[in-house]
């Protein structure tokens, strides 16, 4: 499976089957969150976390056996960094047909930042179980995504735009599909993409009234998903240099993908 089918069919896994990973896969994982680089240069370390050693448990999980945490040092632009490394592994591990999702509210943190040994440095704004996923669903799991219409996305127009913020983009981009799918907390999409020329601009959206999370903007975190997205399917130059495009007061600039 490519990268661009991998990032069409990954869904969020609530429900597994109850097997334990293999020694093989949980291998595999743990060889390649090791490799795992992102274009900010920080470090993001993964630890794996037995469920019944640690008492770790989510409401909203089922059948699971193993957790993966990760942990990012307090730095600029640690949010960005997260989300990008730890959806490479999330999509790692589902070429290897093992299922994961994003957990960072439904689950006793204290806990999971204990087990995975957090330092005052660091902050561990996200986890996810790792699991050979059910053929049915539970029932918290078809309620849970149903209610944040995990099947959907908003339409193109209202995330793309072509040089400024006033002028949707009006041709379908197949590159930009693989932004718009990607995972977002509560399925609220952040992510706002300026393109010019040959340059995606990404933006964060904040909604009204929002603030951030446990000393971290999680919708940070969402925006460098997306742009570990476009960057996985193309060989686009990164960096982060202020385009100067007008913004509302809730639009907040992240970071550039130059794409010849």
């Given at each position: 499976m490519d990268m661009t089918e991998l990032i069409r069919t990954r869904k969020s896994i609530r429900t597994f089957d109850g097997r334990p990973l293999s020694k093989e896969d949980k291998k595999a994982l743990s060889d390649y969150a090791k490799t795992i680089t992102n274009p900010y240069g920080i470090p993001v370390s993964f630890v794996f976390l037995d469920a019944e050693e640690h008492g770790l448990?989510?409401?909203v999980i089922n059948g699971e056996h193993l957790y993966v945490a990760g942990k990012v040092p307090k730095v600029q632009h640690c949010e960005e960094a997260f989300g990008y490394s730890f959806e490479k592994f999330v999509l790692h591990a589902w070429s290897l047909g093992i299922g994961t999702t994003w957990i960072g509210g439904t689950m006793k943190r204290?806990?999971?930042?204990?087990?995975?040994?957090?330092?005052?440095d660091e902050i561990m704004p996200i986890v996810s179980p790792l699991g050979y996923p059910a053929e049915e669903k539970a029932e918290v799991d078809v309620k849970l995504r149903n209610s944040v219409h995990g099947d959907e996305r908003l339409?193109?127009?209202?995330l793309f735009f072509e040089g400024d913020f006033l002028s949707p983009l009006k041709e379908k981009?197949?590159?930009?599909?693989m932004v718009r799918w990607a995972p977002t907390a509560a399925n609220m999409q952040p992510c706002r993409v300026v393109k010019a020329g040959k340059a995606y601009h990404f933006y964060e959206k904040h909604p009204d009234g929002y603030q951030k999370g446990a000393g971290w903007d999680v919708q940070k975190i969402d925006v460098g998903i997306a742009i570990c997205h476009l960057m996985s399917v193309t060989n686009g130059k990164f960096s982060i240099a202020e385009p100067g495009?007008?913004?509302?007061?809730?639009?907040?600039?992240?970071?550039?993908?130059?794409?010849?």
């Open positions: 448990s989510s409401p204290e806990l999971f930042e204990k087990a995975a040994k957090t330092g005052e339409p193109a127009s209202e981009s197949d590159l930009l599909e495009i007008g913004t509302e007061k809730n639009m907040e600039y992240i970071a550039s993908v130059t794409v010849e």
